[in-house]
């Protein structure tokens, strides 16, 4: 019903069922409130007459009821009105009616009064509405009922006044009121539709714009806040998709270039068989180079697409890592580097499928063996540290700069790049390795100063070998 109205529109009829509540409600509060002050006057003004009542003739001498009866017209004489009282005995029995209630017709039926209480009681005659306060006294030695009545046409009439100032003022409050509320919205809500005039003007070409922020320190600067800062990471991601996308087909164009290349020249003219040969060695390595590396864009991009690349079994971290260390022996004794290991007896099982878990261990070690030189070491760490496992890579090449460190795990991105290209790399290697960690559940860092090498710290949650959760 209300998705269609603005939230300025909202926020007034909040408001106003909300005023219109606590007013109503404030009204009646006030006009009983009067009433009760009223008739509260009204009592007490009953209970000194009957005071004073008491007083006149407990200094006269009323032995009977007939000597009370006396005293009692006297009384009324000399009251204005003739005076507003009568006086029964304790059975009941009617001793004197003044005039003032004669005249208007008043019961003389004695009031059901009990002893030490005050009675109280409204007769709503239309010609003489009033309000009666009846108590037992006790005067000579008997119990009487003093009864006085007061007249309810003025206060009857203040409350009615009050209650057609209420019936008028209240709307006319409740409405200022809406009317405030609605323009206090309309320029505490201002704000929104410049941040909606702002974003409407960003696309993907204008990426670098931001929203305007408020001077005031409220909701919605906070809000342009967090919005601006989105936009910041939008702009990042833009950035990194697109030199991706550049660095992707400059990668993909340069193998299929040579294999083009290699084609067309065993095309050109007949060649020898040698020949022949030579160029498709050159295709099929090409190719081989080409498939790794869709590969592992497809993996990347699986994974930015938050898909499970993990086969979700346990994998002994351990075993992995001896099988990768007894791969890349001879390649690092080709390139006369001396490997170090110390892995435990110890399984550490990580929630990981085997191939990834080789792969990534393969990468670190592979990283290290291309960028040490000849005589350098290669360090390979297991060991248990904090309640998880730490796996260390750690070389005494060439090492990377702290400008260069930030960048280590971007995609294409190498340190050495004519070296990498040379021996195959394809620049997504650190970027698959960080994607195996972060979907392990674990953390991976690196720690390198030039000229002494590299070491690459990975860390994650493991289980023993009978299930138990470290």
């Not at 060991?383 to 090492?399: F, I, K, M, N, R």
């Not at 190498?414 to 990498?420: C, F, L, N, T």
């Amino acid at each position: 019903m209300f998705q269609n109205v603005s939230i300025r529109f909202r926020l007034t009829g909040w408001y106003l069922f909300s005023v219109t509540l606590i007013f109503t409600i404030m009204a009646l509060i006030s006009w009983w409130a009067m009433r009760a002050s009223l008739y509260g006057s009204i009592d007490n003004e009953l209970d000194r007459r009957n005071v004073n009542l008491y007083n006149g003739l407990a200094a006269a001498t009323v032995p009977s009821v007939p000597d009370m009866r006396k005293e009692l017209e006297r009384t009324a004489t000399n009251t204005w009105g003739g005076g507003l009282f009568q006086v029964f005995t304790e059975d009941g029995v009617l001793v004197f009616q003044s005039a003032g209630l004669a005249q208007h017709s008043i019961s003389t039926q004695a009031p059901h009064v009990k002893p030490g209480e005050r009675w109280r009681q409204n007769i709503g005659s239309p010609a003489w509405p009033a309000r009666l306060g009846a108590q037992i006294v006790t005067l000579g030695g008997k119990n009487w009922i003093f009864e006085q009545g007061e007249p309810l046409e003025l206060a009857q009439a203040s409350l009615h006044s009050f209650a057609r100032l209420l019936i008028l003022s209240v709307p006319l409050l409740i409405g200022l009121g809406t009317m405030a509320s609605y323009a206090i919205s309309r320029r505490a809500l201002a704000p929104v539709d410049w941040i909606i005039h702002d974003a409407r003007s960003i696309n993907t070409r204008s990426l670098s714009e931001r929203l305007s922020v408020p001077k005031s320190r409220d909701e919605l600067r906070r809000l342009t806040e967090t919005l601006n800062s989105m936009l910041d990471r939008i702009e990042s991601s833009m950035r990194q998709i697109r030199q991706f996308t550049a660095d992707a087909s400059h990668e993909l164009r340069s193998p299929i270039t040579l294999i083009r290349a290699a084609a067309e020249y065993s095309l050109n003219r007949a060649r020898t068989n040698e020949e022949l040969l030579e160029a498709m060695g050159r295709i099929s390595r090409e190719s081989e180079h080409t498939t790794q590396l869709i590969n592992d864009l497809l993996l990347l991009a699986r994974a930015d697409a938050q898909a499970d690349v993990l086969v979700r079994t346990t994998t002994d971290l351990c075993s992995a890592v001896s099988d990768v260390l007894e791969r890349t022996m001879p390649l690092a004794q080709n390139r006369q580097l001396k490997m170090r290991s110390e892995i435990p007896a110890l399984p550490f099982l990580i929630e990981s499928g085997p191939d990834l878990v080789e792969r990534l261990v393969f990468i670190l070690v592979d990283n290290a063996l291309k960028y040490t030189l000849p005589g350098g070491e290669v360090e390979v760490k297991v060991a248990e540290a904090g309640g998880s496992v730490v796996l260390e890579v750690s070389d005494t090449g060439v090492g990377i700069s702290v400008e260069d460190l930030p960048r280590i795990f971007d995609r294409f991105w190498r340190a050495d790049k004519v070296r990498s290209r040379k021996e195959g790399g394809t620049g997504l290697g650190l970027s698959i390795a960080e994607k195996i960690v972060e979907q392990s559940g674990g953390t991976i860092r690196v720690e390198s100063e030039v000229g002494r090498g590299s070491r690459f710290i990975v860390t994650m949650p493991y289980s023993r070998k009978d299930g138990q959760t470290v």
